[in-house]
């Protein structure tokens, strides 16, 4: 059974950082590309960044891009998003994905984590 477990958020004020991670259980995770997308109260979900299997390419929403960056250790199973001048609105609920697939299509990965909260305050 393939587990995909998130840690790292938390509250923090406009401006900080925070490293999420996401731990992957139950199949071989260098087959594996990673997604992170993020859903806020009231809105659908989005997609945030995708990092391949060997870490050798990344997408970017455009909201994100400059300040999020997606990265992997590959020993450690763990797949990471750093979150560098978070803004109120990147407040929402980060989930990681895993898929064959190195994509920004939510459908196309198979499996998911449950999400960690991320909220920013003004």
């Known amino acids: 059974q393939v587990q995909l477990v998130e840690d790292g958020g938390r509250l923090v004020q406009a401006g900080d950082s925070l490293r999420l991670s996401c731990e992957v259980s139950?199949?071989?995770?260098?087959?594996?590309?990673m997604g992170w997308f993020r859903q806020a109260p009231g809105k659908e979900r989005e997609f945030v960044a995708a990092i391949s299997r060997i870490g050798d390419h990344r997408y970017y929403a455009d909201s994100v891009k400059g300040r999020f960056a997606a990265s992997r250790d590959n020993a450690r199973n763990t797949a990471y998003l750093q979150l560098n001048g978070l803004q109120p609105e990147d407040t929402a609920v980060y989930s990681c994905a895993a898929g064959r697939s190195f994509t920004t299509s939510g459908q196309q990965y198979d499996y998911w984590g449950r999400g960690t909260q991320v909220t920013v305050s003004s």
């Open positions: 139950g199949r071989t995770f260098n087959d594996l590309a």
